[in-house]
């Protein structure tokens, strides 16, 4: 399951095992270890991939299912509507994603 996961969460993503690798620091060999040979990873690098994807631990290694998850990182809390909108957001294709996320970024500017 945690090979499925985090294959998943790359390709949604659109990052590369060699750019997460350099990110977080885990060796480029190693992820391919997990997604090709079924090698499981230490906890400490579950823990790095989590924080960097921002899921929890269960998530990635199929203990629970995404809807049930919202992940709180550097101390923040999330109101009501803030986890509405990431969960409405989660049940959009991947091009009304894009187009959610260009609307964000020209509300911002």
Known sequence: MFAENFK???EENKISVSSLAKEIGIPQST???WLNRGSKPRIEDVVKICDYF???VD?????ESEESIIVINDNKTYTAEEKNLINMYRQLNSKKKD????FIKWQLS
């Open 54 to 56: 921002c899921i929890s």
């Open 31 to 33: 992820m391919s270890n």
């Open 8 to 10: 998943k969460y790359l």
């Open 59 to 63: 998530y990635l290694i199929g203990r």
């Open 99 to 102: 187009a959610v996320i260009d």
